[in-house]
């Protein structure tokens, strides 16, 4: 783990080279997620076919850990299959960052919930 | 990397003269002023000296400075002491929202423990509080109305003549926290009605942890904390000389300075507005646009998040701050920026800029070329539209 208030270079690089930022013009399922604490918001699109993330794109208005968690869940989360996306923690992004300052986990969190949400709507769209 | 440091605000670095004065009194005099042998009284010229230079940088008497551990501890003394001064006989305390910590948080307590009933006056828009306002909340138990000369976040200086005027007619004690202003704005206590003045070293490239109250001779003022009765009482504790020595030098330096340095630093502030202004769409400027701070430009920018801007401005070598500093969990946007009325949003999106002596135009040409494309970098990521 990183020390407090102190992010890792992987962190830093995504705040800096956010991947996958936007909105995907017909995704087959959005996701918001919010952390009232703060008024951090994460929006994530999807693009789901044959049973697979095929796109993904995602919107922070907040911190970088906000912004790196979003930024590197995304390019977690491409290529998965539904299950496998769902399946996704806040422990992988985590571990895919080297860490984040203790009192951000939250963060983390949020991006989870949002691509969760995305994948929910992906899903109740599909069958519908 | 060059760093190029603009959070003056925060700190200032030491003064290569003051470092050298204190080192060697902390090197060469190891009396204590309470001492009335050779090295005591050493160590007490040293004290007497300083107290001196700080009276006569603020047209007061050298009896009417206590020295103190910083601002936090003056702005303490002057509400604690004061209610504790006029106990059973006034309690009210007139404030305004935009105050420090040092000043919001004590009186906040100091009205938890039933020792004082606290008005917090709201302010416009550009975070000035009316003096009409201030009348209207004194009344006839009201003990101290305590109004800050310049606001640390968003620079802001407040009519505190007018303000200090008012107490006067009415008899009641008037303090402000001039912690930003001293050393950076002409104060003269003979002309300013004003009975208890914070001072900080910090703020004027002095050492940090040393700082001053200026106390009006007749002000009615109790001791806060209790030991051995330096400071004629109104501030126990064995003095920190060297700290005391570098105080005394560092305001010295400021007030020889301070005429050219503040005019250069508001050429240099106003031309970093307008560059922000021009160069950032939707770059909302906090604070009064003349009446503020010679050192301060502070902005909201809205679809950004301040931590990410001071973050992202660290990494390309700019040492700034913001008034959402989003590190604790819990991360409401400063108190500050929320009275002036902001939208919730558009105050998480606060940075803080403020200049110091070493500020040079190629500084600022600088941050004009890093800070616009953070912004669209962060605005981008977070998209205009993302709901609430």
Known sequence: ?128 | MRRVYLDHAATTPVDTEVVELMAQVLRDVPGNPSSIYAEGRRARALVETARDEVARAIGADPAEIVFTSGGTEADNLALRGVLKAREREADGIVTTAIEHHAVLDTARDLEAHGLARVTVLAVDREGRVSPDAVRAAMDGRTALVSVMHGNNEIGTLQPIQPIGALCRERGITFHSDAVQTVGALEIDVRTLPVDLLSVNAHKFYGPKGVGALYVRKGTRIATVQTGGGQEKGRRTGTENVAGIVGLGAAMRIAIAKRAAESARQVALRDRLIAGVRSLIPDATLTGHPTERLPNNASFCFAGTQGEALVVSLDLEGFGVSSGSACTSGNTDPSHVLLALGLDRDLAQGSLRLSLGRATTDADIDALLAALPPIVARLRAASGAAVPA
């Open chain 1, 1 to 128: 783990m990183t020390e407090p208030d102190h992010y890792s270079d992987a962190a830093l690089d995504h705040l800096t080279r956010p991947r996958n930022a936007g909105t995907l013009p017909e995704p087959s399922g959005t996701g918001a997620d919010a952390n009232p604490s703060c008024g951090d918001r994460t929006v994530i699109t999807v693009a789901v076919a044959d049973d697979r993330i095929q796109a993904l794109r995602f919107r922070t208005f907040g911190c970088t850990a906000a912004i790196a968690s979003a930024s590197v869940l995304t390019e977690l989360a491409a290529g998965l299959t539904l299950a496998d996306a769902a399946r996704l923690e806040p422990a992988d992004i985590l571990n895919a960052l080297g860490g984040l300052p203790a009192r951000k986990e939250a963060c983390a969190l949020m991006a989870i919930g949002a691509l969760r949400a995305a994948l929910v709507d992906a899903r109740v769209r599909a069958t519908a």
